[in-house]
């Protein structure tokens, strides 16, 4: 079992940023490629970003390309989504998402977090 918290989520005004944190517990954190997805209201849950185990493989969907970086520390269980000059468009919830391969389907992910929201007003 791995458990996973996302924190970092809040209200901020277009062209803001902020920084997502997901914090993992149980098996080792380092075996896992970890991935961020978001899921706004009526929407499908949709893949934003994955990280390889040793971060050597990092792969983005094509509309935050150049606005987010997705990160991850081994050494704090840790995975991070850098988020700047955000727009109205990027209000979701926001997962975090282990699995034991690269993938961007959802059901490839073995753990999830709970989520965090992010809300960007104009």
């Known amino acids: 079992q791995v458990q996973l918290v996302e924190s970092g989520g809040g209200l901020v005004q277009a062209g803001g940023s902020l920084r997502l944190s997901c914090a993992a517990s149980?098996?080792?954190?380092?075996?896992?490629?970890m991935g961020w997805f978001r899921q706004a209201p009526g929407k499908e849950r949709e893949f934003v970003a994955h990280?390889?185990?040793?971060?050597?493989?990092?792969y983005y969907t094509d509309s935050v390309k150049g606005r987010f970086t997705i990160s991850r520390d081994n050494a704090k269980n840790t995975v991070y989504l850098q988020m700047n000059s955000l727009k109205n468009e990027h209000t979701s919830v926001y997962y975090c998402?282990?699995?034991?391969?690269?993938?961007?389907?959802?059901?490839?992910?073995?753990?999830w977090g709970q989520g965090t929201q992010v809300t960007v007003s104009s």
């Open positions: 998402a282990a699995s034991k391969g690269l993938a961007t389907r959802t059901r490839l992910y073995n753990y």
């Open positions: 149980g098996r080792t954190f380092s075996g896992y490629a």
């Open positions: 990280i390889s185990s040793s971060s050597g493989t990092i």
